[in-house]
């Protein structure tokens, strides 16, 4: 039987890797053959210039340390996800780093894969930074042509 792709959409926050651990814990354990889904671990990873903001003068010189620092952040984003397949003995998951947004590069991964499901965290901002940043989650649920789990961690009571 052909296994539906399930895309988890990753960056380099606890919020991020929280969503890929519960998708492990729920949809791939205890034996992760039996799971209807094939996993494919999705980074993007921004530009330089779009890491940096609307640079002023100066900002030439930075690119190529900022680019570098993304590919290191990227690099680590999967090792550490590599790290929690194979915990759960997920051995055939696939993973990829895309170049863009957010938002474009899981919707597009929806398209290219063809994916059943598209996993993402929350990052649980206020309405305020919401509105600034755009919630890649929002983006997501509205555009991507499949059902979008949004993880939420659990908030921790005090």
Request: proline share 5%.
């Amino acid at each position: 039987m052909e296994k539906s792709v399930m895309v988890v959409g990753l960056d380099d926050s606890d919020h991020s890797f929280y969503a890929l651990e519960w998708t492990l814990q729920h949809f791939f354990s205890p034996s992760p053959e039996n799971s209807p889904f094939k996993l494919v671990v999705v980074h993007a990873k921004p530009s330089a210039l779009t890491a940096i903001g609307l640079a002023g003068p100066g900002s030439a010189e930075v690119l190529p340390y900022v680019d570098l620092d993304l590919r290191k952040i990227a690099a680590r984003v999967l090792e550490k996800a590599k790290e929690m397949c194979t915990a759960k003995s997920v051995n055939d998951a696939m993973f990829e780093v895309v170049d863009g947004d957010a938002r474009n590069v899981l919707c597009e991964a929806v398209e290219k894969h063809p994916a059943t499901v598209l996993v993402v965290g929350s990052h649980g901002y206020g309405a305020l930074k919401r509105a600034v940043l755009g919630s890649v989650s929002d983006y997501c649920a509205h555009h991507a042509h499949c059902s979008v789990m949004i993880v939420k961690k659990p908030k921790i009571k005090h």
